[in-house]
């Protein structure tokens, strides 16, 4: 059994310091085996204690089942993923964002914004409905985009991707991923869309939100995906580390050949370096300088990060998959001790796995 007592102590230093009220972490090992650990509580005030069922708000790691699903959907309908987004979306049609292949969008190289506030324009009580809908997907459609190869991060680049994924499959984006990722994987993972009044004892809460008037909790953080709804290509989904980690299981599984799911060809094709920047369809590579997957995993790792404070990197070459979760961002998102965190943590992990493994016979 691998010792994460390093890391154990990193996450309990980090709550005491106010880094974040608690957190979760999942590892499979070289063996296929998972480890697991929760610390802290849900938040500041009322010490419940975070375990390892204790469901938090997964925010871009949304973007990761959205990519999946797109590919597997577009394979089957033998959709080019060159073509442009107002194939598919006919709204985007006489907007910079039409333009814009959908692969661009997936690999965040349609040139769009990283983010805006276009939930502004929108009453926090009407969010969800299809005034606030058609309000902000227009908005989004129209946001002027850098010049042609433009490698800019892009949430909205992915608002539009789930858009037109709903399009593609002609069914409702929860039922696609759920269908497309969630399911054939058996992952304790889904949306919570606003209002549906489901607000357990196991659930982080994360920011107190000013447009929203209070702390949220049972619903997404992002505020452009709630005003869209809750379910959305580029936020809303809520799991665990444990569920988080399942994931990259899976993708490292397909990797090395597991053709269940997944297609190990396209998954390849997912992670292959692209020119112009660390990011790849839905994944993304270690950044240079200092990663957030820290400096033990190798060259080839993938993964992706959540603004709440959360994280899925995979070394395929090592068979190692580490899900980090939190909710960094209650009560305010202005506290970035994550970011020291996150290395920190991944180089516990790997060191404590290579003790273990020079330990075997």
């Given at each position: 059994?691998?010792?994460?007592d390093a890391a154990r102590a990193l996450l309990a230093d980090a709550v005491a310091r106010g880094v974040t009220p608690?957190?979760?972490?999942?590892?499979?090992?070289?063996?296929?085996?998972?480890?697991?650990?929760?610390?802290?509580?849900?938040?500041?005030?009322?010490?419940?204690?975070?375990?390892?069922?204790?469901?938090?708000?997964?925010?871009?790691?949304?973007?990761?089942?959205?990519?999946?699903?797109?590919?597997?959907?577009?394979?089957?309908?033998?959709?080019?993923?060159?073509?442009?987004?107002?194939?598919?979306?006919?709204?985007?049609?006489?907007?910079?964002?039409?333009?814009?292949?959908?692969?661009?969008?997936?690999?965040?190289?349609?040139?769009?914004?990283?983010?805006?506030?276009?939930?502004?324009?929108?009453?926090?009580?009407?969010?969800?409905?299809?005034?606030?809908?058609?309000?902000?997907?227009?908005?989004?459609?129209?946001?002027?985009?850098g010049p042609e190869g433009t490698v800019r991060y892009s949430d909205l680049g992915y608002i539009l991707a789930g858009?037109?994924?709903?399009?593609?499959?002609?069914?409702?984006?929860?039922?696609?991923?759920?269908?497309?990722?969630?399911?054939?994987?058996?992952?304790?993972?889904?949306?919570?869309?606003?209002?549906?009044?489901?607000?357990?004892?196991?659930?982080?809460?994360?920011?107190?939100?000013?447009?929203?008037?209070?702390?949220?909790?049972?619903?997404?953080?992002?505020?452009?995906?709630?005003?869209?709804?809750?379910?959305?290509?580029?936020?809303?989904?809520?799991?665990?580390?444990?569920?988080?980690?399942?994931?990259?299981?899976?993708?490292?599984?397909?990797?090395?050949?597991?053709?269940?799911?997944?297609?190990?060809?396209?998954?390849?094709?997912?992670?292959?370096?692209?020119?112009?920047?660390?990011?790849?369809?839905?994944?993304?590579a270690r950044s240079e300088g200092t990663p957030s997957s820290g400096t033990r995993m190798g060259p080839r790792t993938?993964?992706?990060?959540?603004?709440?404070?959360?994280?899925?990197?995979?070394?395929?070459?090592?068979?190692?998959?580490?899900?980090?979760?939190?909710?960094?961002?209650?009560?305010?998102?202005?506290?970035?001790?994550?970011?020291?965190?996150?290395?920190?943590?991944?180089?516990?992990?790997?060191?404590?796995?290579?003790?273990?493994?020079?330990?075997?016979?």
């Amino acid at each position: 059994m691998t010792s994460l007592d390093a890391a154990r102590a990193l996450l309990a230093d980090a709550v005491a310091r106010g880094v974040t009220p608690g957190a979760q972490l999942s590892v499979r090992d070289p063996s296929g085996a998972v480890h697991a650990l929760a610390v802290g509580s849900l938040d500041y005030t009322h010490g419940a204690p975070v375990h390892r069922g204790t469901v938090y708000d997964l925010a871009s790691l949304t973007k990761v089942f959205t990519a999946l699903a797109f590919v597997r959907v577009a394979d089957r309908a033998r959709f080019d993923l060159a073509r442009p987004l107002h194939d598919l979306l006919p709204l985007t049609r006489d907007t910079p964002a039409g333009e814009a292949a959908v692969l661009d969008l997936l690999t965040h190289r349609a040139g769009l914004l990283h983010w805006a506030p276009f939930y502004q324009s929108v009453r926090a009580d009407r969010a969800g409905t299809r005034e606030a809908r058609a309000a902000v997907l227009d908005a989004v459609a129209r946001t002027a985009r850098g010049p042609e190869g433009t490698v800019r991060y892009s949430d909205l680049g992915y608002i539009l991707a789930g858009e037109a994924l709903t399009a593609l499959a002609a069914e409702a984006l929860d039922r696609v991923i759920d269908r497309e990722v969630i399911a054939p994987l058996g992952l304790a993972v889904g949306y919570r869309a606003p209002g549906d009044g489901s607000v357990p004892n196991d659930l982080a809460p994360t920011e107190d939100c000013p447009w929203r008037g209070r702390v949220v909790r049972g619903t997404v953080h992002d505020e452009n995906a709630h005003a869209l709804g809750g379910i959305c290509g580029h936020a809303g989904l809520f799991g665990t580390a444990d569920a988080v980690c399942a994931l990259g299981d899976a993708a490292l599984r397909c990797l090395d050949g597991d053709d269940r799911w997944f297609a190990p060809e396209r998954m390849r094709w997912m992670i292959a370096p692209r020119p112009g920047g660390a990011h790849r369809v839905g994944w993304d590579a270690r950044s240079e300088g200092t990663p957030s997957s820290g400096t033990r995993m190798g060259p080839r790792t993938f993964g992706h990060l959540g603004f709440t404070g959360t994280s899925l990197w995979c070394d395929p070459d090592a068979g190692v998959a580490v899900a980090l979760v939190t909710n960094r961002v209650h009560p305010t998102r202005e506290n970035h001790g994550i970011r020291a965190l996150r290395p920190a943590v991944h180089d516990a992990v790997i060191d404590a796995l290579a003790m273990e493994y020079r330990r075997a016979p």
